[in-house]
């Protein structure tokens, strides 16, 4: 299996796929991700690194591309953090009045579904002087098995 750190944009009036080629670092190789666009910004967070069912093989990483300066830029936060986590649900929203990213659920590993799944909500807000943490809006009730 091949996981790829690649990004694509799509071009509606050439009807044509372009391969970016952003200047400096990039998120590491992934699948699963979820990924909203946040006022002209592309947010990408968690996936899946590596095939195996262990802890590691998720993330919780954070990352922006800026399509105005074709730049990725990683996100990091002090305080609580969402736990590592695949296939999370992410969208762009407002909180307190501010654009974010909010992330829903997802699965951690190791473990099977009834044990990994999560419900939990989280908000980064990306504007101001809050965008250097995440907000933790509702809890995890179903936790893996240590």
């Keep these: ?3 790829y750190n690649q990004l694509w944009l799509y071009d509606f009036e050439a009807n044509a796929w372009t391969l970016t080629q952003p200047r400096g670092d990039r998120p590491e190789p992934r699948d699963h991700h979820g990924a ?5 910004v ?3 967070f968690g996936g899946r690194v590596k095939e ?7 993330i ?30 992410v969208a762009a929203t407002k909180h307190q009045g501010r654009s974010a990213v909010a992330v829903f659920g997802g699965e951690s590993l190791p473990g099977s579904t009834k ?3 999560m419900n939990d909500l989280w908000v ?9 943490g995440w ?5 995890d009730e179903c936790l893996p098995d240590v």
């Design 1 to 3: 299996y091949t996981y």
């Design 115 to 117: 044990t990994t799944s």
């Design 52 to 58: 195996a069912r262990t802890a590691d093989a998720v």
């Design 60 to 89: 919780n990483d954070l990352w922006s591309f800026s399509l105005a300066q074709g730049v990725w830029k990683l996100h990091t936060a002090s305080g609580p953090a969402p736990r590592p986590r695949y296939m999370p649900g």
């Design 36 to 40: 909203a666009g946040v006022d002209g």
């Design 124 to 132: 980064f807000p990306t504007e101001g002087s809050a965008a250097a």
């Design 42 to 44: 592309l947010y990408v």
């Design 135 to 139: 907000v933790s809006l509702y809890g």
